[in-house]
């Protein structure tokens, strides 16, 4: 999975793709260049639930077209044959649409859960599985603040599935393939940091059609997908009770004391096995006279 | 040269046998074939074999019930996080003997070791079973795929340099057993290293099991999420492995009270009353950081409901109630409510194990988890697999028996 970075790069320019400089608050690495993150903005208010982005999806990934349809009442989710679903909510302002895959963390609880860096962050945004260092322990799917990791649990040579940004694409300047065949622009593909703009500049324009509140601006720790909707998340199967900071932040605090233990705890056990050793001589003694 | 090398340690101490008749020898069973256990154990040994090839064959889904959205169930919550805070006994008592040189406690080294050993070889070795991958397993050890950022990935190394860490606690019995002099005394030279090794490696992976849930914060009922879930593991882990070590004890001590000494068997109450009374003190720590966690996260609201209830089942049934029995057991000198307490105290670290990580997890999915038969088959076979190596290895090596005169002229 080797990345040639040069390419990129000129294919980013030739896309005329902006490219920032400097650190910012979202740059992926300490690379020579920084970029962006990449993300996608989804707008319920646009969306008619047409699943042609489900369709392009299974088709650019090799998997089965879907066969259900979005129906108020009933929650499909994304499992190992289908990375994207879209889903019919009956809200306070009518029914409404949403579609779901992964939401491309900032900070990734499942690419900090795993021991391979097979779950990986790249450095334009996506969170891609690279099977070639994966061992199939899922502990990134218990980890997952989404539920979005998926195991094939019947195959011998099980793969974990999820939506990848169509990151291959994005390496070849295109847009992915839901975000590019969806007739009804509800699917933007863009920087993080513009599509954050875009979210609020909606919003602002019409605040009596959307929800002021922009899902995954903060959420987990801000994600890549980002949504606006007629009405709050709450409304539309998402989960609300999720910590704003970020989900590897939760066990930093226990990685952090690792080393101080390592290099502390050895030196305090041979300091009073050395201070001790006197009992036992003492007991030694004891044991002969007896 | 060769007849030298090979002839020369075996030929002292086991009848002028050469080390390859020597090891046949020792391969033959010793003792009853057609006991109880051995009645039970073996269909269910063979069951659970046919349900590994399945398993490989077929992939994990074919015997398990896990979920996409509980990807671990029974052998990653019991087979390594309950097995590996039942093997605790081995860091604490080598830290008691080795660290404070208390040699009370000399006597149950070996078997406590033995035991940790084994019981790391088989419940992490029971991880293989449940990776989808597992061929990627040597990903994080050898090759360029570092996740340092991941809690897993300190396990892992942990098992491993722990597993190595014991075996070389345990080898001057090996050595011992193979009348090697020489190589035992280079091995029990290094003895104290792995002690202090191995002791930092517990601390720090006992405490890691816990520390593999934290990012799951939305996934575990609250009355068992909280921060300190790798200090509630770590401490929880003493008085889970000595718990441990009396109730295998009092087992050893029947089955195999052929091969302990006179002495030994006396000083055995001692050993165990003194172990409850170190059970007793850890439960106190534990069960006030419990209280104190539950007070602080103002959780009073919870305690009327189902997952509550059962949450004063584990706290107060087997927490409270064995660090009492292990208190007054001790007091009264009974050596069966010691052993009562040890139970209820295993039971209670299963309880709290299994509500982390499979009944208090995803508690509000509409359709639970329940582990199917097959995966419980392949869990007792992992069990009882590990009893029957236990067993080889305490009949033929100096483990509960008194090493052999010239090992202990070497220790003086």
Redesign the interface.
Known sequence: MGLDRRGFMKTLGVAGTTLALGKTAFAAGKGKESIEFYGILYDSTRCVGCQTCENSCAEKHGLPAPTEVPEAGVIR?T?ESRRTVVNLFKTTKGEVYVKNQCMHCNEP?C????????MYKTKEGPVIWR?????????C???C?F?VP?????????KITKCDMCYDRILEGKKPACAENCPAEAITFGTRRELIQEARKRIAAQPDVYSDLIYGEREAGGTGEVYVAQVPPVELGF?T???NES??A??K???YA?PS??VL??VL??G??ET??T??NH??EG?ENE | MKTSNFEYPIAKDNDGKTIWKFLISEFKPKGKIFTPFNIISVPVILLGIVLIVIRFWKGIGSITNLTQEVPWGLWIGFDVVTGVAFAGGAYVLTFIVYILNNQKYHSIVRITVLNGFLAYVFYAGALLLDLGRPWNVINPIIGNSFGTSSVLFLVAWHFLLYMLAQLIEFSPAVAEWLGAKRARKILSGMTIAAVIFGITLSTLHQSGLGALYLMAKDKIHPLWYSEFIPILFLVSSIFAGLSMVIFEGSISHKVFFNQISEKHNKEQDGIVRGLSRICAGAMFAYFALQVLIFIHQKRWDLLGTPMGYWYLLEMIGFVLIPMLMFVSGYRRKSINMIKTAAILTMVGVILNRLNVTVIGFKWDEAIRYVPSWMEVVVTLTVIFTEIWIFRWVVRRMPVLRDAPIWAKNQDK
């Open positions: 989710k499992d609880a690419a900090a859960a795993c021991l391979t860096q097979a099977g070639n260092k994966c061992m199939g322990c899922r502990y799917m218990v980890s603040p539920d998926k195991f094939e649990f019947h195959s011998a040579n099980p989960k009770n999720l910590q989900y590897p939760l066990s605090g226990f990685l690792v233990v390592f705890l050895p056990l041979l009073i096995h001790t050793k009992n036992k007991q030694n044991d």
